[in-house]
């Protein structure tokens, strides 16, 4: 069963979502959910939940701030701890709902919110369990390999320049998520990001907006979750990558991996970033149901 919810963050920003609930009395170890960079929870969350919800397991899935159907200023603006900060609010959240067992928690983050769930789960120790799914491990090294190398000088002089603008008084300045044509600057500039994302919108979130402010992609090349994952420990941790991901790039999510201790697991996807949500969704979702249902 799924309602509609919303919830306040600790800053008054009101967050809206989907509660889904197994059937039974619970109370239900629940999961909170959120998606990746400048993705809404159309975009493949529902599909998520409703297979967590199979395996007897409560989701609480929600919008980022300042996408789809949450609140939040300036439209279309990403700062991962905000987001992080967000992820212990929704938390708080779903522990006061009736239906849940506030003692066990898991998260579950994928590509961006893949990087998040390793800084909660690595601070908040509510968590009981996490899946962190093809996560940005590194904003600076991920940024140096999608970016085309002459297009590093002209990205710093466009964060120089919106700096310049918005003390100026102007509003921050955007650009698109993804574009066809890999010569003009994006987001995330490779085809898969862009046949994924227009795919997606078209046929399951017309909420979604090709669009993010330039100051996001500068708060992401200052992120590094991938520095607190030998912190979540005790915690146990499942990291599910793809082996061919050039978006959150394969070696470095590996790399990771070694660096976290137990209690952890690998699971390996076959293809590139986004088969997660559709070529690999049965192997994705069915390894993150066992997880938690293995340690909540």
């Given amino acids: 069963m799924r309602s509609d919810i919303e919830f306040a963050t600790a800053d008054g920003t009101i967050l809206r979502g989907w509660h889904y609930v197994p059937q039974g009395a619970g109370p239900f170890p629940t999961i909170v959910m959120a998606h990746g960079f400048a993705a809404v929870k159309e975009m493949y969350l529902d599909a998520y939940a409703e297979a967590f919800a199979a395996a007897g397991l409560a989701s609480l899935v929600y919008d980022n701030r300042n996408l789809g159907a949450s609140d939040g200023t300036p439209r279309q603006e990403l700062d991962p701890w905000l987001q992080i900060r967000d992820y212990s609010d929704a938390i708080t959240f779903a ?34 369990a996490v899946v962190s799914q093809v996560p940005l491990i590194s904003g600076y090294h991920g940024f140096r390999r999608i970016v085309r190398a002459d297009h590093l000088g002209p990205s710093f002089a466009m964060f120089a320049e919106d700096r310049r603008l918005r003390a100026s008084g102007a509003a921050p300045q955007t ?109 994705s979702s069915g390894a993150a149901a066992e997880w938690f249902k293995a340690h909540l």
């Fill in 95 to 128: 522990q006061g709902l009736p239906r849940t067992d506030p003692a066990r928690i898991g998260i579950w983050g994928s590509s961006y919110s893949g990087g998040h769930v390793l800084v909660v789960g690595a601070i908040d120790r509510r968590v009981r």
């Fill in 175 to 283: 650009l698109p998520v993804v574009s066809a044509d890999p010569m003009q600057p994006s987001a995330l500039p490779t085809a898969e990001s862009h046949a994924w994302f227009t795919t997606t919108h078209a046929a399951r979130a017309p909420s979604w907006r090709n669009e993010v402010t330039l100051r996001s992609l500068e708060y992401g090349l200052g992120y590094e979750p991938g520095a607190y994952i030998s912190q979540i420990s005790p915690t146990p941790l499942l990291l599910v990558v793809a082996q061919d991901d050039t978006l959150a790039v394969t070696d470095l999510a590996l790399a990771a991996y070694e660096r976290a201790l137990e209690p952890k697991r690998l699971v390996l996807l076959k293809g590139g970033h986004f088969d997660a949500y559709v070529e690999g969704f049965a192997q």
